[in-house]
Protein backbone atom coordinates (compact mmCIF):
# COMPACT_ATOMS: atom_id res chain seq x y z
CA UNK A 1 0.00 0.00 0.00
CA UNK A 2 2.98 2.32 0.86
CA UNK A 3 4.53 1.63 -2.55
CA UNK A 4 1.43 2.53 -4.04
CA UNK A 5 0.95 5.14 -2.87
CA UNK A 6 4.67 6.19 -2.73
CA UNK A 7 4.59 5.35 -6.87
CA UNK A 8 1.43 7.43 -7.51
CA UNK A 9 2.63 10.90 -5.83
CA UNK A 10 5.91 10.26 -7.69
CA UNK A 11 3.68 9.64 -11.36
CA UNK A 12 1.81 12.92 -10.27
CA UNK A 13 5.06 15.07 -9.92
CA UNK A 14 6.78 13.92 -12.75
CA UNK A 15 3.35 14.28 -14.86
CA UNK A 16 2.91 18.11 -13.67
CA UNK A 17 3.92 21.02 -15.85
CA UNK A 18 6.91 22.63 -14.27
CA UNK A 19 6.00 26.64 -13.72
CA UNK A 20 7.11 28.44 -16.37
CA UNK A 21 9.72 30.92 -15.71
CA UNK A 22 7.59 34.63 -16.47
CA UNK A 23 11.00 37.02 -16.65
CA UNK A 24 10.90 39.84 -18.85
CA UNK A 25 12.86 39.14 -22.22
CA UNK A 26 14.96 42.29 -24.00
CA UNK A 27 11.74 42.71 -26.10
CA UNK A 28 9.30 43.22 -23.84
CA UNK A 29 7.66 39.90 -23.59
CA UNK A 30 7.52 37.77 -20.60
CA UNK A 31 8.81 34.12 -21.50
CA UNK A 32 5.91 32.18 -22.57
CA UNK A 33 4.82 34.91 -24.98
CA UNK A 34 2.87 37.48 -23.30
CA UNK A 35 3.48 40.73 -24.29
CA UNK A 36 4.93 42.60 -20.89
CA UNK A 37 4.21 46.24 -21.68
CA UNK A 38 1.34 47.07 -19.44
CA UNK A 39 1.64 50.97 -20.54
CA UNK A 40 0.41 51.95 -23.87
CA UNK A 41 2.27 54.17 -26.43
CA UNK A 42 -0.41 57.14 -25.64
CA UNK A 43 0.02 56.64 -21.78
CA UNK A 44 3.73 56.95 -22.18
CA UNK A 45 3.56 60.21 -24.08
CA UNK A 46 1.79 61.42 -21.65
CA UNK A 47 3.79 60.60 -18.79
CA UNK A 48 6.70 62.26 -20.78
CA UNK A 49 4.69 65.16 -20.87
CA UNK A 50 4.23 65.65 -17.14
CA UNK A 51 8.20 65.64 -17.39
CA UNK A 52 8.82 68.51 -19.72
CA UNK A 53 7.94 67.05 -23.11
CA UNK A 54 6.65 69.42 -25.38
CA UNK A 55 6.81 68.00 -28.47
CA UNK A 56 8.49 64.31 -29.32
CA UNK A 57 10.61 63.16 -32.73
CA UNK A 58 10.13 59.66 -32.20
CA UNK A 59 8.74 56.84 -29.69
CA UNK A 60 9.92 53.21 -29.63
CA UNK A 61 10.00 50.19 -27.84
CA UNK A 62 12.92 48.83 -26.42
CA UNK A 63 13.81 46.72 -23.82
CA UNK A 64 11.05 46.51 -22.28
CA UNK A 65 10.78 50.13 -21.81
CA UNK A 66 9.34 53.06 -24.36
CA UNK A 67 12.02 55.15 -25.43
CA UNK A 68 10.80 58.89 -26.54
CA UNK A 69 13.00 61.80 -27.96
CA UNK A 70 11.42 65.14 -28.24
CA UNK A 71 11.72 68.58 -27.31
CA UNK A 72 11.05 70.82 -24.39
CA UNK A 73 8.92 74.30 -24.60
CA UNK A 74 12.10 75.67 -24.07
CA UNK A 75 14.64 73.71 -27.00
CA UNK A 76 15.84 71.60 -24.64
CA UNK A 77 16.22 67.89 -26.04
CA UNK A 78 14.77 65.13 -23.73
CA UNK A 79 15.03 61.68 -24.07
CA UNK A 80 12.85 59.92 -21.56
CA UNK A 81 12.78 55.89 -20.95
CA UNK A 82 9.43 55.11 -19.18
CA UNK A 83 8.89 51.47 -18.31
CA UNK A 84 6.28 49.57 -20.38
CA UNK A 85 5.23 47.63 -17.35
CA UNK A 86 5.16 50.20 -14.91
CA UNK A 87 5.11 54.06 -16.17
CA UNK A 88 7.77 54.38 -13.82
CA UNK A 89 10.76 56.95 -15.73
CA UNK A 90 13.55 54.65 -16.40
CA UNK A 91 16.07 57.68 -17.63
CA UNK A 92 15.89 61.02 -18.49
CA UNK A 93 18.13 63.45 -19.65
CA UNK A 94 17.89 66.96 -21.14
CA UNK A 95 20.49 68.48 -23.41
CA UNK A 96 20.82 71.84 -24.60
CA UNK A 97 20.79 71.49 -28.60
CA UNK A 98 19.86 73.09 -31.64
CA UNK A 99 17.88 70.25 -33.04
CA UNK A 100 14.91 71.24 -31.36
CA UNK A 101 14.78 74.86 -33.21
CA UNK A 102 15.35 74.51 -36.73
Not at 2 to 21: D, V
Not at 67 to 78: A, F, M, V
Amino acid sequence: MKRTLAMAFIGIAIAAPAPIALADDDDGRYRDGRRGYQVSQDEARYIAYDYGLAWFKEIKRGNGNWEIEGCTGDGQEIEIDVSGRTGEIVKLEYEDDDKCWG
